[in-house]
């Protein structure tokens, strides 16, 4: 398996910026959303641009800022759309009315919970759960303890991409062939589908984050 471990002496270039406002205001979310509808339902319907140009009598230009979300088009022109698109005129505006959700989990108030092949001394904590959600993404973030009294156990094989992030103790964390040894401030990311789970209790009390993300069945 291979493991690709980052240092602060490396330039990594991210796709998102984690802390930039989703293009700056409301006006401008409703444009962007207006445009993905726009595109997807193009696309849905296997049209190109230059198609729905000469069906609609919009210039190529100007569907194109449409789809990325540069301009506001106006009520007749997204009639336009929807008629040559052959769907409601609300259509476009419905990720943009989607409501989103956070989940506040107050310490301590995390759902005890159990997963197959953990043993009694392995506290798994469900923080929150956010399911069916536009992302098209499920997210659980655990909080996993493990005490004098735990035992090591079967690896995990399941579905999704795992973050671990250790807060305390140390645990030796098998995933496929290779064993990483985690402390405190150590993150391992990873595929979840190769077999993975502490293989040595090190240092205990031990505490992680686990974050495990997955697509939501269709």
């Known amino acids: 398996m291979n493991i690709e471990k980052l240092s602060t002496d490396q330039a990594i270039k991210l796709t998102q910026d984690p802390h930039r406002t989703r293009d700056g205001d409301r006006e401008k979310n409703l444009e962007v959303a207006i445009g993905r509808e726009v595109r997807a339902y193009r696309k849905q319907q296997k049209i190109t641009v230059a198609e729905l140009s000469h069906i609609t ?5 100007m569907l194109s ?9 106006s009520l007749t022109t997204l009639k336009t759309l929807s008629d040559a698109l052959s769907v409601p005129l609300t259509s476009f505006f419905r990720r943009f009315e989607e409501s989103r959700v956070a989940v506040h989990t107050k310490t301590g108030e995390g759902l005890t919970t159990e997963r197959a092949g953990t043993r009694a001394n392995h506290q798994y904590q469900l923080l929150g759960h956010i399911g069916s959600n536009a992302s098209g993404v499920i997210v659980e973030p655990y909080l996993i ?3 004098d009294e735990s035992d090591v156990f079967p690896t995990f094989q399941h579905g999704g991409i795992e973050t671990i992030y250790v807060l305390e103790g140390e645990v030796d964390y098998r995933h496929g062939d290779e064993v990483h040894s985690l402390k405190p401030g150590d993150t391992l990311f990873f595929d979840a589908d ?3 789970g502490p293989e040595a209790l090190v240092k205990l009390p031990a505490r992680y984050l686990s974050i495990i993300s997955y697509p939501q069945s269709t």
Not at 65 to 73: H, L, V
């Open 57 to 61: 009598g919009l210039s190529v230009g």
């Open 65 to 73: 800022k449409i789809e990325n979300g540069n301009t506001s088009p």
């Open 145 to 147: 303890t493990l005490t």
């Open 194 to 196: 190769a077999p993975h």
